[in-house]
Antibody, heavy 123, light 107 residues
Framework: QVQLVESGGGVVQSGRSLRLSCAAS????????MNWVRQAPGKGLEWVAI????????VYGDSVKGRFTISRDNSENILYLQMSSLRPEDSAVYFC????????????????WGQGALVTVSS | DVQMTQSPSSVSASVGDRVTLTCRAS??????LVWYQQKPGKAPNLLIY???RLQAGVPSRFSGRGSGTDFTLTISSLQAEDFASYFC?????????FGQGTILEIK
């Protein structure tokens, strides 16, 4: 079965960096685009970034552009989110999420999500 | 960026009721509209994609309609497990954007 397991969350000071990982299993990882979505405590969902199935394209949300980098290792089935210049407003649960359709052939949302990794940025 | 607005922000209903939630986009997103259900402490669960296409494994009491800027999610007969938060998301253009959510509570 599909599994997505995030790791790397924690407490970090404002201005510092942190890297999240998402280990994928149970599907052909290299065939699907992957996303990061975050949710501040008690708030709604915010899409953060997407990377294409082959890693050739990345797109970022406005609030993280220039500070966060999404990447993937298709040989190890791992998705990453490198977060730099962190701010208190980046504090949230970060979910990795799999595109519903392979190779980006249809933007059908995200059909599988990890359990989330909590990131807390202290000022 | 496309702004997504959901209404109401919360609604109370009873088991067996029919409920309709609304999502409006600030510009035309065609039928690239997705609905998720989220329960406290859990990841979202995909219900509907392409505005009206039921995701595999989702009960048929859930249905979606709309295109362009106005969309609805209807639950035909509420079950106890349906009380949760619901989010819409447009996937027409980057950055993908979510609505602020509707909380469906037990009356």
């Amino acid at each position: 079965q599909v599994q997505l397991v995030e790791s790397g969350g924690g407490v970090v000071q404002s201005g510092r960096s942190l890297r999240l990982s998402c280990a994928a299993s149970g599907f052909s990882f290299s065939s699907f685009g992957m996303n990061w979505v975050r949710q501040a405590p008690g708030k709604g969902l915010e899409w953060v970034a997407i990377i294409s199935y082959d890693g050739s394209h990345e797109v970022y949300g406005d609030s993280v552009k220039g500070r966060f980098t999404i990447s993937r290792d298709n040989s190890e089935n791992i998705l990453y989110l490198q977060m730099s210049s962190l701010r208190p407003e980046d504090s949230a649960v970060y979910f990795c999420a799999k595109d519903t359709f392979e190779s980006g052939r249809y933007p059908g949302g995200f059909d599988f999500w990890g359990q989330g990794a909590l990131v807390t940025v202290s000022s | 960026d496309v702004q997504m607005t959901q209404s109401p922000s919360s609604v109370s209903a009873s088991v067996g009721d029919r409920v309709t939630l609304t999502c409006r986009a600030s510009q035309d997103v065609s039928a690239f509209l997705v609905w998720y259900q989220q329960k406290p402490g859990k990841a979202p669960n995909l219900l509907i994609y392409g505005a009206s296409r039921l995701q595999a494994g989702v009960p048929s009491r859930f249905s979606g309609r709309g295109s362009g800027t106005d969309f609805t999610l209807t639950i035909s007969s509420l079950q106890a497990e349906d009380f949760a938060s619901y989010f819409c998301q447009q996937t027409d253009s980057f950055p993908y954007t979510f609505g602020q959510g509707t909380i469906l509570e037990i009356k």
